[in-house]
Structures are given as C-alpha cells and as structure tokens.
C-alpha cells in the first residue's frame, strides 16, 4: 500500500485579497473559503471578543509571511 506525500502547504498572507494586510486574504486562499466569510468572521470575532480578536490580527499580521 503506499501513500502520497503531500507536502504541508506554507500559511503566508495575500497578494491578490488584501484589504489592510492580507491576513483574511491568506487564512480564505489556505481553507480555500470565500474571502468575505472570514473578513466578516474577524469583524464579528472581534466585537464579541472586545478586541481580542484584533490583538490575534496584528499577531498574524506581523508573523505571517507575506505571499508570493
């Protein structure tokens, strides 16, 4: 029995969905998800948060490479 290797594919931020910093952008283009969804997902994310969700933003904003 063999298997295929599937190389991991590299979490980086968008070129071609970006908005602010193509954090959405990345996270829509990796699940393969409608960019919006996730906007709108941070949006709400963050007001029920009481911003915590915008501190996790920038995190990924600056720990995430920029794409390709």
């Known amino acids: ?3 295929e290797s599937n190389n991991p594919r590299q979490f ?3 070129d071609n969905q970006k908005m ?3 954090v959405c952008g990345g996270i829509a ?3 393969s998800v409608d960019v919006n969804l996730v906007r ?3 949006v709400v994310a963050t007001l ?3 911003g915590t969700a915008a501190l996790v933003y920038l995190a990924a ?3 995430m490479p920029a794409g390709h």
């Open 48 to 50: 029920v948060t009481g």
């Open 20 to 22: 602010l910093a193509g």
């Open 40 to 42: 709108l997902l941070t």
């Open 1 to 3: 029995m063999t298997f």
């Open 12 to 14: 980086t931020r968008s």
């Open 61 to 63: 904003w600056m720990l």
């Open 29 to 31: 283009e990796y699940f």
